[in-house]
C-alpha cells in the first residue's frame, strides 16, 4: 500500500460510482428472502471514513439498507473481544469453497464450520457470542449504534420475520450443528439472534464508522481498544480469505482489500492503517456479492493504488 499519500477520496468515490453505474443491470436482487425483493435494484451507494475522522461519501450512502452477513464480521470481533481464542475450538478458519448456506462440509467435518462467515460458521458464533453475554443481537447492535453514532440503527422486524419464515435452511444447519454438540444454546434461541442481527438496517455511512476499527488495528471511536492488534490482523485475514463467500479469491484478485460482503447488497472493506469503506448495489452475481459493489472497490483500489498487496 502506497506510504504517505494524500488521496482525494472525493474524486476516488466519483469515479468508482462511475464504474459501479456502467453494470447496468447486470446481476439480481436476492428474493430468497421476499422481504428483499422489493429493494429499487439501481440503487446505489459508496463511504469511506479514514482512521483521521475524514468521512466521505457518494450516491444513496445515506440510505438504510439489510446489512445481512455483512453483521458477520461484528459477530466475530465482538466474540472474540468478550471470549478471546475460545471462539476457535467450534469453527474454523479455512475458505468453503462452497455457497453460504451449504450443509456439505458439516457432516464430514463432525458439525464444525469452516469458517465464522458463512451461514453455518456465523451460527456458531452467534451462539457464542449469546452465552457470553445474554443477548447476541442487542451486544451487536449496540456497538453499530455507538461507533456509528446512531442510535436510531436497529434490525428491521419485517425482514427478520421473513428470514425465519423462509430460514429452513438455517434451521437445518443449526440442528445438524446442535447434534454434533457445537451449539451451546437452544437453536431456537440462536437461530433468533442470528436472524435479528443479519436483519439490521444500516447506510454505507454507519458501517464504515463502525468498521473503522479494523482499520485503526482494533481501536474504536472512543480510542479505546476492542481487540489487540494481533486479533485484528487476524480478522482481516479471514475477512480476506472467507468474507465474500466462495468468491474470495475473486475478490482478492480484484480488490486486494479485507471485506465482508451481504446479499443485501453491501460490502464492507478495510484499508488497514487508512480507511472503511463501504459499496451498496442490491444486483447480485451468482456467489451472492453485489455485482456493483465490487466493481466499485475494484475501480477505487485500482484508481488509488490501495490494496493490501
Given at each position: 500500500?502506497?506510504?504517505?499519500?494524500?488521496?482525494?477520496?472525493?474524486?476516488?468515490?466519483?469515479?468508482?460510482?462511475?464504474?459501479?453505474?456502467?453494470?447496468?443491470?447486470?446481476?439480481?436482487?436476492?428474493?430468497?428472502?421476499?422481504?428483499?425483493?422489493?429493494?429499487?435494484?439501481?440503487?446505489?451507494?459508496?463511504?469511506?471514513?479514514?482512521?483521521?475522522?475524514?468521512?466521505?461519501?457518494?450516491?444513496?450512502?445515506?440510505?438504510?439498507?439489510?446489512?445481512?452477513?455483512?453483521?458477520?464480521?461484528?459477530?466475530?470481533?465482538?466474540?472474540?473481544?468478550?471470549?478471546?481464542?475460545?471462539?476457535?475450538?467450534?469453527?474454523?478458519?479455512?475458505?468453503?469453497?462452497?455457497?453460504?448456506?451449504?450443509?456439505?462440509?458439516?457432516?464430514?467435518?463432525?458439525?464444525?464450520?469452516?469458517?465464522?462467515?458463512?451461514?453455518?460458521?456465523?451460527?456458531?458464533?452467534?451462539?457464542?457470542?449469546?452465552?457470553?453475554?445474554?443477548?447476541?443481537?442487542?451486544?451487536?447492535?449496540?456497538?453499530?449504534?455507538?461507533?456509528?453514532?446512531?442510535?436510531?440503527?436497529?434490525?428491521?422486524?419485517?425482514?427478520?420475520?421473513?428470514e425465519a419464515e423462509h430460514g429452513h435452511r438455517n434451521a437445518a444447519l443449526a440442528h445438524?450443528?446442535?447434534?454434533?454438540?457445537n451449539l451451546e444454546n437452544p437453536v431456537e434461541t440462536v437461530l433468533d439472534h442470528y436472524?435479528?442481527?443479519?436483519?439490521?438496517?444500516?447506510?454505507?455511512?454507519?458501517?464504515?464508522?463502525?468498521?473503522s476499527f479494523l482499520a485503526r488495528y482494533g481501536v474504536r471511536t472512543d480510542g479505546t481498544?476492542?481487540?489487540?492488534?494481533?486479533?485484528?490482523?487476524?480478522?482481516?485475514?479471514?475477512?480476506?480469505?472467507?468474507?465474500?463467500?466462495?468468491?474470495?479469491?475473486?475478490?482478492?484478485?480484484?480488490?486486494?482489500?479485507?471485506?465482508?460482503?451481504?446479499?443485501?447488497?453491501?460490502?464492507?472493506?478495510?484499508?488497514?492503517?487508512?480507511?472503511?469503506?463501504?459499496?451498496?448495489?442490491?444486483?447480485?452475481?451468482?456467489?451472492?456479492?453485489?455485482?456493483?459493489?465490487?466493481?466499485?472497490?475494484?475501480?477505487?483500489?485500482?484508481?488509488?493504488?490501495?490494496?493490501?498487496?
Open positions: 500500500m502506497p506510504a504517505g499519500e494524500n488521496l482525494d477520496y472525493r474524486l476516488l468515490l466519483d469515479a468508482a460510482a462511475a464504474a459501479a453505474r456502467a453494470t447496468g443491470d447486470q446481476g439480481h436482487v436476492a428474493d430468497y428472502i421476499p422481504a428483499l425483493a422489493t429493494v429499487d435494484p439501481d440503487a446505489f451507494g459508496m463511504a469511506v471514513a479514514t482512521v483521521d475522522g475524514e468521512l466521505y461519501g457518494v450516491g444513496d450512502w445515506e440510505q438504510p439498507f439489510s446489512v445481512q452477513s455483512v453483521s458477520k464480521l461484528f459477530t466475530l470481533a465482538l466474540a472474540l473481544a468478550y471470549g478471546g481464542d475460545t471462539v476457535w475450538r467450534g469453527v474454523g478458519r479455512e475458505p468453503s469453497g462452497n455457497p453460504f448456506n451449504s450443509l456439505v462440509q458439516l457432516e464430514s467435518e463432525h458439525g464444525i464450520p469452516r469458517n465464522p462467515f458463512i451461514n453455518a460458521g456465523a451460527l456458531v458464533v452467534t451462539d457464542r457470542l449469546q452465552t457470553m453475554t445474554g443477548d447476541a443481537a442487542g451486544t451487536v447492535r449496540e456497538f453499530l449504534r455507538r461507533e456509528s453514532g446512531n442510535p436510531l440503527l436497529d434490525t428491521d422486524p419485517v425482514v427478520a420475520a421473513s445438524f450443528i446442535a447434534s454434533h454438540g436472524y435479528a442481527h443479519c436483519a439490521v438496517s444500516a447506510s454505507c455511512r454507519d458501517l464504515v464508522l463502525a468498521g481498544r476492542l481487540m489487540s492488534r494481533s486479533e485484528a490482523k487476524r480478522v482481516n485475514a479471514v475477512l480476506l480469505t472467507c468474507g465474500t463467500y466462495d468468491a474470495a479469491g475473486e475478490f482478492a484478485f480484484r480488490v486486494g482489500l479485507p471485506g465482508k460482503s451481504g446479499v443485501g447488497g453491501g460490502v464492507l472493506a478495510i484499508l488497514p492503517g487508512r480507511a472503511a469503506v463501504c459499496a451498496w448495489g442490491p444486483r447480485l452475481d451468482q456467489a451472492g456479492n453485489s455485482v456493483a459493489a465490487v466493481t466499485a472497490l475494484d475501480a477505487l483500489t485500482t484508481l488509488s493504488g490501495c490494496s493490501i498487496f
